[in-house]
């Protein structure tokens, strides 16, 4: 597979990231061999070889990052290859890509909603659940580029609390290892799937004063272009695997705050 410059500089910082995890004190997840745990990310491949991701995601006018808190993985993955079928796949790699390609996984399915909702949404014409077809939602998600990014890229469990979320997102070699990542992939929607991420973010891009409010919709911050900065949206979300959450509660979770600022008359399209 041929390197695009954003994976060239994405896994130039992820070295540094494995280097400064190896002399953690957090005494990071290892495999059997003794090595680091970690989840590459970036922009997810296209199972169509002839998309060019990265130059898709340059001409996009829409750039959305997910941004997610920790892999339950056992073992050093990939999760740009997640749709992507490669020579090395071992049967059950096989299995679970086709499974995510069919958005046959609740947390691929959810993601894939919410990034054609917000990536087929304009002022004045806001997707709505009731109108989503499968066929259309896995199209634009096996086709468009998207960003999707691990806060915490050690391997994890199958769950992690909010207090080692935040040590892991203001860990002093950490914390700028993860800014640069957002910086070079350079979104301008960003999909905070937990409070603390959503304040991460604000606070990256400025804080509360870089951004304008919709009017009783606290998970949206919203930045018009100005004097050279340019446009800019973050969501705060639920998490696409959260427990006790059904699709629409999640889609809506979103998309309730994005139609509102759509409608509203600081409205503006990317």
């Given at each position: 597979?041929?390197?695009?410059?954003?994976?060239?500089?994405?896994?130039?910082?992820?070295?540094?990231?494995?280097?400064?995890?190896?002399?953690?004190?957090?005494?990071?997840?290892?495999?059997?061999?003794?090595?680091?745990?970690?989840?590459?990310?970036?922009?997810?491949?296209?199972?169509?070889?002839?998309?060019?991701?990265?130059?898709?995601?340059?001409?996009?006018?829409?750039?959305?990052?997910?941004?997610?808190?920790?892999?339950?993985?056992?073992?050093?993955?990939?999760?740009?290859?997640?749709?992507?079928?490669?020579?090395?796949?071992?049967?059950?790699?096989?299995?679970?890509?086709?499974?995510?390609?069919?958005?046959?996984?609740?947390?691929?399915?959810?993601?894939?909603?919410?990034?054609?909702?917000?990536?087929?949404?304009?002022?004045?014409?806001?997707?709505?659940?009731?109108?989503?077809?499968?066929?259309?939602?896995?199209?634009?998600?096996?086709?468009?580029?998207?960003?999707?990014?691990?806060?915490?890229?050690?391997?994890?469990?199958?769950?992690?609390?909010?207090?080692?979320?935040?040590?892991?997102?203001?860990?002093?070699?950490?914390?700028?290892?993860?800014?640069?990542?957002?910086?070079?992939?350079?979104?301008?929607?960003?999909?905070?799937?937990?409070?603390?991420?959503?304040?991460?973010?604000?606070?990256?891009?400025?804080?509360?004063?870089?951004?304008?409010?919709?009017?009783?919709?606290?998970?949206?911050?919203?930045?018009?272009?100005?004097?050279?900065?340019?446009?800019?949206?973050?969501?705060?979300?639920?998490?696409?695997?959260?427990?006790?959450?059904?699709?629409?509660?999640?889609?809506?979770?979103?998309?309730?705050?994005?139609?509102?600022?759509?409608h509203s008359d600081i409205a503006f399209d990317l």
């Amino acid at each position: 597979m041929v390197m695009g410059k954003y994976d060239e500089k994405l896994n130039l910082l992820f070295e540094k990231w494995i280097k400064a995890s190896e002399k953690s004190e957090n005494d990071e997840k290892r495999d059997a061999s003794n090595q680091i745990i970690f989840t590459y990310d970036g922009l997810m491949y296209k199972p169509d070889s002839s998309i060019d991701v990265e130059e898709d995601w340059e001409k996009e006018k829409i750039r959305v990052m997910f941004l997610l808190k920790d892999q339950p993985s056992n073992d050093t993955n990939d999760a740009r290859t997640w749709l992507k079928d490669l020579p090395e796949d071992k049967e059950h790699n096989k299995k679970q890509k086709d499974k995510n390609r069919n958005l046959h996984s609740r947390f691929i399915r959810n993601v894939a909603n919410l990034f054609y909702g917000i990536y087929r949404s304009r002022v004045g014409n806001v997707v709505s659940f009731d109108s989503l077809n499968h066929e259309e939602v896995k199209s634009t998600f096996l086709t468009k580029p998207f960003a999707f990014v691990e806060c915490k890229k050690h391997g994890g469990t199958t769950s992690i609390s909010n207090a080692k979320l935040k040590y892991y997102l203001n860990h002093k070699d950490y914390k700028p290892l993860l800014e640069e990542e957002i910086r070079i992939l350079n979104p301008n929607v960003i999909v905070c799937t937990n409070k603390h991420i959503y304040s991460f973010v604000i606070n990256l891009f400025g804080g509360e004063k870089a951004f304008l409010k919709v009017p009783g919709k606290n998970s949206i911050r919203v930045r018009p272009e100005k004097e050279g900065v340019s446009k800019m949206i973050i969501f705060c979300s639920y998490h696409p695997s959260a427990i006790g959450k059904d699709y629409i509660t999640i889609f809506e979770g979103v998309m309730d705050h994005y139609r509102a600022f759509l409608h509203s008359d600081i409205a503006f399209d990317l």
